[in-house]
């Protein structure tokens, strides 16, 4: 089988994007029933540093992804043509049409759908309605779809009408945990207890809701540290900005850290000696800051937003969004926990954690290749 990967993003990579792309690539790259993969990156900065393909992977750069980007798609039909793939994987909802060979894609982005207008900024509320429209066309003109929760299947049945037959449902893995994690610089030698959370600062994450039950827990003289990973892109430098005003208003500046973007070691170290670790997120399609801080062994609370309990199971405790004071009892209830039972749960997570792997993602991932081709094999000869 000959594969053609297309990452048909606008130039950037997100962190889990990285991951995913790089451990995917390695094991399919062992396949034996893959025989070359050609792999396309968009010509950027950014991902110029992001991923290693490794030497069984041919990569070649091209122009970043745009709805109207024509000249993109000529060059990748040209590049097709030259390769000649059994199969043409888009593992991102990016409309792209391709007659000689099944087109399979994964639907990853899942904020325009379910959480596309409530505090975005307008220019990120017109892209999401642009991205609904390249989503759910890209989707439907897709050979199969691969769903990477029970979520992501349920909602392209009852919301985009795709047929069950022609979606699978494979999960991402995890690798083995970090060893002598780094400690960030952004955070204090002082700061021994705390609890972390972790990705974009966005509305969608729902920061709101564990820096009010911060305030909660103030107002009743418990003080612990919030460390907040990750970044703001440009579109949500103000979001960003009345996060931070509303912290100094509260006066909750001593109590909340901005890390920044952080390494995988550094990230290692927050998730392998925090107190607990917070998701607070209002939509997501999967959750893997939630399987990485399950596999560190974290304490974990959780929204109970889809998809999060899918993914934590019974090694998180919930509490029901937009509802502070309920968090910060979940907090309490960790924090006060004996060492027996923090042991227990750690335990939890990591035994949750290691029901996901990526071994079984790339082998049912080719075996989504594999139906694609043999239907599209069927549509042909008809």
């Given at each position: 089988?000959?594969?053609?990967?297309?990452?048909?993003?606008?130039?950037g990579?997100s962190?889990?994007?990285?991951?995913?792309m790089?451990?995917?690539?390695?094991?399919?790259s062992?396949n034996?029933v893959?025989?070359?993969i050609?792999?396309t990156?968009?010509?950027?900065s950014q991902t110029?540093?992001?991923?290693?393909y490794n030497s069984?992977?041919?990569?070649?750069e091209?122009?970043p992804?745009?709805?109207?980007?024509h000249?993109?798609?000529?060059?990748?039909?040209v590049i097709l043509d030259?390769?000649?793939p059994?199969i043409v994987?888009?593992?991102i909802?990016?409309?792209f049409s391709?007659e000689?060979?099944?087109?399979v894609?994964?639907l990853?982005?899942?904020?325009p759908?379910?959480?596309?207008?409530?505090g975005?900024?307008?220019s990120e509320?017109?892209?999401n309605?642009l991205?609904?429209a390249?989503?759910?066309k890209?989707?439907?003109?897709?050979?199969r779809i691969?769903a990477i929760?029970?979520?992501?299947?349920d909602?392209l049945?009852?919301?985009?009408?795709i047929?069950?037959?022609?979606?699978?449902?494979?999960?991402?893995?995890i690798?083995?945990?970090?060893?002598?994690p780094?400690r960030p610089a952004?955070?204090?030698a002082?700061?021994?207890k705390f609890?972390?959370?972790?990705?974009s600062i966005?509305?969608a994450?729902?920061?709101?809701d564990?820096?009010?039950?911060?305030?909660?827990l103030a107002?009743q003289n418990?003080?612990i540290p919030?460390?907040?990973?990750?970044?703001?892109?440009?579109?949500?430098i103000?979001?960003?900005?009345?996060?931070?005003?509303w912290?100094?208003k509260n006066e909750?500046?001593?109590?909340?850290i901005w890390a920044?973007?952080l390494c995988?070691s550094?990230?290692?170290?927050?998730?392998?000696n925090c107190?607990a670790?917070?998701?607070t997120?209002?939509?997501e399609?999967?959750g893997?800051?939630?399987l990485e801080?399950?596999?560190n062994g974290?304490?974990?609370?959780?929204?109970?937003?889809?998809?999060?309990?899918e993914?934590?199971g019974n090694s998180?405790?919930?509490?029901k969004p937009?509802d502070?004071?309920?968090l910060s009892?979940?907090?309490k209830e960790?924090?006060?926990?004996?060492e027996?039972?923090q042991?227990?749960?750690s335990q939890r997570?990591i035994?949750r954690?290691?029901?996901?792997s990526?071994?079984?993602c790339a082998e049912?991932t080719v075996?989504?290749?594999v139906l694609?081709?043999?239907e599209?094999?069927?549509?042909n000869k008809?």
């Amino acid at each position: 089988m000959k594969l053609a990967v297309l990452n048909l993003t606008a130039g950037g990579m997100s962190g889990g994007y990285k991951k995913y792309m790089y451990y995917l690539l390695k094991r399919l790259s062992s396949n034996a029933v893959i025989t070359e993969i050609l792999c396309t990156v968009p010509t950027s900065s950014q991902t110029n540093q992001s991923v290693d393909y490794n030497s069984h992977t041919k990569s070649i750069e091209v122009r970043p992804y745009s709805v109207i980007n024509h000249k993109l798609n000529r060059e990748l039909r040209v590049i097709l043509d030259e390769f000649s793939p059994d199969i043409v994987y888009v593992p991102i909802e990016r409309f792209f049409s391709y007659e000689k060979a099944p087109i399979v894609m994964m639907l990853q982005n899942m904020e325009p759908f379910v959480y596309p207008f409530s505090g975005n900024p307008l220019s990120e509320k017109l892209k999401n309605i642009l991205r609904i429209a390249n989503t759910r066309k890209a989707l439907r003109r897709a050979d199969r779809i691969i769903a990477i929760s029970e979520f992501v299947q349920d909602l392209l049945i009852t919301k985009m009408c795709i047929h069950p037959e022609k979606i699978g449902l494979v999960y991402h893995g995890i690798e083995k945990k970090v060893e002598d994690p780094e400690r960030p610089a952004s955070v204090p030698a002082t700061c021994e207890k705390f609890l972390f959370t972790a990705g974009s600062i966005r509305p969608a994450r729902g920061l709101e809701d564990v820096l009010s039950a911060l305030k909660y827990l103030a107002d009743q003289n418990i003080n612990i540290p919030l460390i907040i990973a990750g970044s703001a892109d440009r579109a949500m430098i103000n979001y960003r900005e009345k996060l931070l005003n509303w912290v100094k208003k509260n006066e909750l500046s001593p109590n909340v850290i901005w890390a920044g973007s952080l390494c995988e070691s550094e990230m290692a170290w927050c998730y392998q000696n925090c107190s607990a670790f917070v998701m607070t997120s209002k939509v997501e399609s999967f959750g893997q800051i939630a399987l990485e801080a399950m596999n560190n062994g974290c304490q974990c609370i959780s929204s109970d937003n889809p998809c999060l309990p899918e993914i934590f199971g019974n090694s998180a405790i919930y509490y029901k969004p937009r509802d502070e004071k309920e968090l910060s009892l979940r907090i309490k209830e960790v924090l006060s926990r004996n060492e027996f039972d923090q042991i227990s749960a750690s335990q939890r997570a990591i035994t949750r954690a290691s029901q996901f792997s990526w071994d079984i993602c790339a082998e049912k991932t080719v075996e989504q290749f594999v139906l694609a081709i043999e239907e599209f094999k069927r549509k042909n000869k008809g």
